[in-house]
Structures are given as C-alpha cells and as structure tokens.
C-alpha cells in the first residue's frame, strides 16, 4: 500500500503542488465537480501520478467523512492540501462561509484525527480574505475556540453582519441586470 494524499479542489494549484510533494503516493483527488476532477486525474494520469478523481462536497461533514475512509482504505494518509473554495464571484456569502469556513474546519479537525504522525498539510486562501476589515482578537479567538458545528451560527459570521464590497457590487449588478 501507498502512502496516500488527499487533495480537495480540483483547480491549478492543488495540480501544481501534487505534482510537486505526490510523486509515489495515491492521490486522491475530490471535488464537488466529478468532470473537473476526473479532468485533472487525467492528465495527472498522463504524467505518471497514481490519481483517483473523488465526488465530494466540502460543505458536507458527511462527504468529507465518507473521502477520508475511502483515502483510509487505501493506506495511510500522509498528506492533506486543501485548495477548494468558493468567491464571491461565484456563490453567495451564505455558500461561501459554508463551503470555505466551515468545510475547512470539518476537513482540517477530521484528517487532524487520522493522519500519520509526521503527516503534513497545507489550506490555500484567496486573496479574498483580504478584502474584509480585521477581525480582531475576541473574533479571532471565537473563530478558533468555537465548536465547528457551531461556527456558522457565531453573530459576526451573519450574512447582514459581514460587509464586502465586492459583494455588495454583485448585488447590484443583479439587481440592475433583472430590471
């Protein structure tokens, strides 16, 4: 059995680093779009990585579960690179602090329980994160203290509490576009 690496997001990046750290290692490669992923498995195929394209939902504690006993399955996991995401370009606040907070939580918490010793992973972020003023250390705290089941449900994290403007241009851009 190989060792195995999980690789959420089937985009450019998650590509690029498991080319570079997954040479050897089953990849395991999921993605809410199975066509994206089995797309990327391909070609990774071709260029002489063991890759396995994996339908799953990074929004769902139960999807992330059901990969990580499929990646189990398979030999130890060693690796974790979470590239999934959403921005606002693409989803809603709501979606975006489901798939992006929360889904990264339960992703990190449940591979945190089974990795190997030694096992390493990394999360990349967007640019968009930047956008939105400091949270400050009470938030902060809040943000890494809180259970995950119940981020979602913290005050600050209310959709009519957070204010990006990019958003708020898409917003009205939808709207002038229905008129």
């Known amino acids: 059995m190989k060792d195995v690496m999980i690789v959420v997001g089937a985009g450019q990046i998650s590509m690029a680093i498991a080319r570079r750290m997954g040479y050897g290692k089953k990849i395991i490669l999921g993605d809410k779009n199975i066509d994206h992923a089995l797309s990327i498995g391909k070609i990774m195929d071709e260029a002489g990585f063991d890759v396995e394209a994996y339908e799953m939902d990074l929004s769902s504690r139960q999807s992330i579960l059901d990969m990580i006993a499929y990646a189990k399955s398979l030999g130890k996991i060693t690796m974790l690179v979470n590239?999934?995401?959403?921005?606002?370009?693409?989803?809603?606040?709501?979606?975006?602090?489901?798939?992006?907070?929360?889904?990264?939580?339960?992703?990190?918490?449940?591979?945190?329980?089974?990795?190997?010793?030694?096992?390493?992973?990394?999360t990349i972020s967007s640019q968009s994160g930047h956008r939105m003023e400091q949270l400050g250390a009470k938030k902060d705290r809040l943000l890494a203290m809180t259970p995950t089941e119940e981020l979602l449900q913290l005050d600050f994290l209310q959709p009519d509490q957070i204010h990006d403007t990019l958003h708020a241009y898409q917003l009205a851009k939808r709207c002038n576009e229905k008129e």
């Open 83 to 122: 590239g999934a995401g959403v921005s606002p370009s693409q989803a809603s606040i709501e979606t975006i602090l489901k798939v992006d907070l929360f889904g990264t939580a339960v992703l990190l918490e449940e591979v945190g329980k089974v990795i190997e010793p030694g096992g390493v992973g990394v």
